[in-house]
């Protein structure tokens, strides 16, 4: 488990060094968000095979090659598609009630996904987070990913991490 998580942290470094250039959807260019759900499923992929080393190569093997194939699908999202998702988001975290689905769709691009609060809190007297998980269909391929969002004091949502 600590060599997933150390291949997780990779990953979103990486991600970091990669955002500084723009933002996206939900805080990240959809690029480097998808290169972060990639490297993770690929990190705790890669975690399942061999032994000591052996298992901390396939481990490190599965984060890049996640993280390669994650960030081509998130390229893949177009402006259209942020926009969708974006909505579905503060629908989302505005009104759902935890544990219910928000969904997406773009009919140009045929990709969809959901949004879905799982728990509300306040993190500091009169700030309400929520955290989510957002699942999202490109080109027949599946990605989850999750999340916090707080609500900003001009009422907006703020994707944390």
Do not use: K, N
């Given at each position: 488990m600590k060599k997933v998580l150390l291949a997780c942290a990779l990953t979103l470094s990486l991600?970091?060094?990669?955002q500084q250039g723009g933002g996206g959807g939900f805080g990240m260019n959809k690029q480097t968000g998808g290169?972060?759900?990639g490297?993770?499923?690929g990190a705790v992929a890669g975690s399942q095979f061999g032994k000591g080393k052996g298992q901390l190569a396939a481990t490190a093997v599965g984060t890049l090659?996640?993280?390669f194939i994650g960030s081509e699908v998130?390229?893949?999202l177009d402006r259209a598609d942020q926009t969708y998702a974006n909505q579905a988001g503060n629908r989302a975290f505005e009104r759902a009630p935890s544990g219910q689905s928000?969904?997406?769709n773009n009919p140009d691009s045929g990709n969809s996904g959901t949004i879905t609060p799982t728990r509300t809190y306040e993190a500091t007297p009169g700030?309400?987070?929520r955290e989510y998980q957002q699942t999202i269909m490109v080109g027949g391929q599946q990605q989850q990913s999750y999340g916090t969002a707080c609500r900003q004091p001009d009422g907006s949502w703020k994707v944390q991490n």
């Open positions: 991600a970091a060094c990669a290169a972060v759900l490297g993770v499923g090659l996640g993280a998130g390229a893949s928000v969904a997406w700030q309400y987070c």
